[in-house]
């Protein structure tokens, strides 16, 4: 029978890896039983403090094992993780513990005085080297959630009420089980890059939670930058399998032409988080020996909706099939069913959904229907079950009545010689309704004028494509996994002469 919680999966999977290789942590491996070692300290240390089944624990670590053993050690005890971003600013993160009201805050032995008196107006604070354990303090008791509860994820919010999302037990198994049957290469045995920030849901299942259930080595970066070391920590660990999100996967290509080197261990690389621009494919194949699986998912999916499953059936330019367990709907904006191939927003439905929102009835009730949730996504799938994501619907520009997804004029400008990066927006106009807003990051080498640029455009697309409004900058606003913050484009407005 499997097991129906994570906790009970890791601690049989780590029994039977006692004497093998699980974590590979600053240049040391530890054991199955090393693990479980620290993960019985950290049991022991919250059982001190008053932790109990039904409370919530914030955890404002990076990635370590002292992150991973805390979740085992919370789920032994019924309760429930809630990771936070680090270097999400102090308003932030006092919102969300505000929000999730938990029973204490466990935070690196580095972190400052200064810091930790903060978070003491919230919550209580409980202190951790990054290999453990954590200090027995007394915590506050609120017991709020149900034992089925494994994560509560932060997707948005560092002003008004922050969203966030609960996933079960049951979600995550289901999604690591999906992606284990789905995904060709990736089994037993082989050795997972775990650089993804491990408070985010693709970092946490497909890094952290996938290879210790699924009986996979992980390699623990507290963090990818700079980009030399996690290179540097991916050839010394021999690591087969490499996910991340597309800035992460260029910034590893750069620093392997810088050092002239190449990574004949990797057997596979999985992208996610953003759109992967199809370019960089070829690098990949050179300098890791093997293409890119592109997928596709949301922290309200547990996260993983869909993935090219090997490279021999792999679509470039799609974000591949769905996992086992996903139904699929794409609707227009009336709601109605469109046939394979047509434009529209994509449904979900399955057992890795998250039910609802936390304590967001109203949010709850906009998003979901009926067991379905609207991701918000404009998608086409086509008849053979392959995905292509168009845009998000917020990020859909409608210039006098005629729909403009980003990407089709971003990637007529990636080919420019002069163009490193980019990224377009729609701005309010008087006239149109919007026009099409270009940021360019610039490529040195190769000076360019908006003049230039908007020549090549005019060539190559539609006239309501063309953007009239251009900026130059020297870096896109990023989330936590790279992922471009068209909101925050789109609040700069118009910088720089319309052409």
């Known amino acids: 029978m499997p097991f129906l919680r994570l906790d009970q999966s890791i601690d049989d999977r780590c029994h039977h890896r006692s004497g093998d290789k699980v974590l590979w942590w600053r240049g040391e491996w530890w054991s199955g039983g090393a693990f479980l070692g620290l993960v ?64 204490a805050v466990v935070v690196p032995q580095e972190t400052s005085e200064d ?42 919010g560092t002003t008004g009420t922050p969203k966030s999302v609960p996933l079960t037990h049951a979600n995550i198994l289901d999604n690591v089980a999906g992606t284990l049957q789905h995904l060709e ?20 299942t497909v890094c952290s939670m996938l290879p210790l259930v699924g009986g996979l080595a992980q390699v623990i970066m507290p963090t990818f930058m700079p980009a030399e070391n996690t290179l540097n920590a991916l050839l010394a660990s021999e690591a087969s399998v490499v996910v991340g999100v597309p800035t992460m996967i260029a910034l590893l290509l750069g620093a392997a032409a810088r050092g002239g080197v190449q990574c004949p261990s990797v057997k596979m690389i999985v992208s996610g988080g953003d759109r992967f621009p199809v370019h960089l494919d070829g690098r990949c194949q050179e300098v ?15 996260p993983v909706v869909s993935i090219n499953p090997a490279a021999h059936n792999r679509r470039l330019g799609t974000v591949g099939s769905l996992l086992p367990g996903f139904e699929a709907q794409v609707r227009n904006a009336a709601g109605e069913i469109l046939a394979p191939g047509d434009e529209g927003v994509l449904w979900l439905r399955g057992p890795s959904v998250t ?53 089709d004029v971003e990637s007529v ?48 697309l539609a006239h309501y494509k063309i953007p009239r409004s251009w900026a130059f900058v020297d870096e896109f606003p990023r989330s ?7 909101h925050e484009l789109r609040r700069r407005g118009i910088s720089s002469p319309q052409e």
């Not at 229907?369 to 086509?382: A, E, I, K, Q, Y």
């Not at 080498?445 to 060539?459: G, H, Q, S």
């Not at 936590?480 to 068209?486: N, Y």
């Open 288 to 302: 890791f020996g093997v293409g890119v699986l592109e997928g596709y998912g949301l922290t309200e999916t547990s």
């Open 115 to 156: 810091v930790k008196k903060n978070l003491r107006t919230v919550t209580s604070v409980l202190v951790s080297p990054l290999e453990g354990p954590i200090s027995a303090e007394p915590g506050i008791s609120h017991t709020l959630e149900t034992p089925e509860t494994a994560v509560l994820f932060f997707t948005s």
């Open 40 to 103: 019985d300290q950290c049991t022991e240390a919250l059982t001190k403090s008053g932790f109990s089944s039904g409370q919530r624990l914030a955890l404002l670590l990076p990635n370590s094992p002292v992150f991973l053993a805390l979740c085992v050690a919370t789920w032994r005890l019924k309760g429930t993780v809630a990771p936070l971003n680090p270097l999400a600013g102090s308003r932030a993160v006092l919102q969300a513990l505000e929000f999730a009201r938990p029973f």
């Open 480 to 486: 936590s996994i790279g992922k471009v913050l068209r």
């Open 185 to 204: 290469g990736l089994r037993e045995g082989e050795t997972l890059l775990n650089v993804l920030p491990n408070f985010h849901a693709f970092g946490f």
């Open 355 to 407: 039910s609802g929102y936390f304590d967001a009835p109203d949010l709850t009730a906009q998003r979901f229907d009926g067991g379905w949730f609207n991701t918000g996504d404009m998608v086409r799938l086509d008849a053979d079950g392959y995905l292509s994501i168009l845009e998000r619907v917020s990020d859909l520009i409608i210039v006098s009545g005629f729909n403009v997804f980003p990407q």
């Open 413 to 460: 400008l990636r080919t420019h010689p002069g163009v490193r990066d980019i990224a377009v927006v729609g701005v309010p106009h008087a006239v149109s309704g919007e026009i099409v807003q270009a940021f360019v990051v610039p490529n040195p080498e190769v000076p360019v004028t908006v003049r230039e640029l908007a020549a090549f455009c005019r060539d190559r």
